[in-house]
């Protein structure tokens, strides 16, 4: 497997992607959240998303799981912890920043489509 690295979001990439994993979507994550006024805790989540997608993607996306998510916000998979992972979703969609594209599986992943792009 020279030349390949596994990500946490389960894509194979060369080594020349590598560098384009992510870096440049957090940094427009955090730009766009300062100025939509973003609260802390969705812009947790959002940051993460954007660390798990592809900058060269044509339209960059994010599978995570309840827990990574729940983790992510440091809370533990419980109803407090999904309720709070439900709310920063909640904004992050009502900012148009993410939409649905997938999910309601029983390990409660999601793909989201993320609508950040690195200026």
């Not at 992510?22 to 969705?42: K, N, Q, S, W």
């Not at 983790?71 to 148009?96: H, M």
């Not at 390990?107 to 609508?115: D, E, I, R």
Request: hydrophobic share 45%; glycine share 10%.
């Amino acid at each position: 497997m020279d030349g390949f690295i596994v990500s946490p979001c389960r894509r194979h990439f060369t080594t020349d992607d590598a560098t384009t994993y992510g870096a440049r979507l957090v940094g427009a994550a955090y730009a766009v959240a300062v100025r939509t006024g973003l609260g802390d805790v969705p812009m947790r989540l959002l940051g993460h998303m954007a660390l798990h997608a592809v900058d060269a993607d044509a339209q960059p996306w994010s599978r995570l799981s309840v827990d990574e998510r729940c983790a992510e916000l440091g809370r533990d998979n419980d109803q407090a912890g999904r309720w709070a992972v439900e709310r920063a979703t909640k904004a992050l969609v009502k900012a148009a920043l993410i939409t649905l594209l997938e999910g309601g599986n029983r390990s409660g992943a999601a793909k989201h489509a993320l609508y950040v792009r690195p200026g």
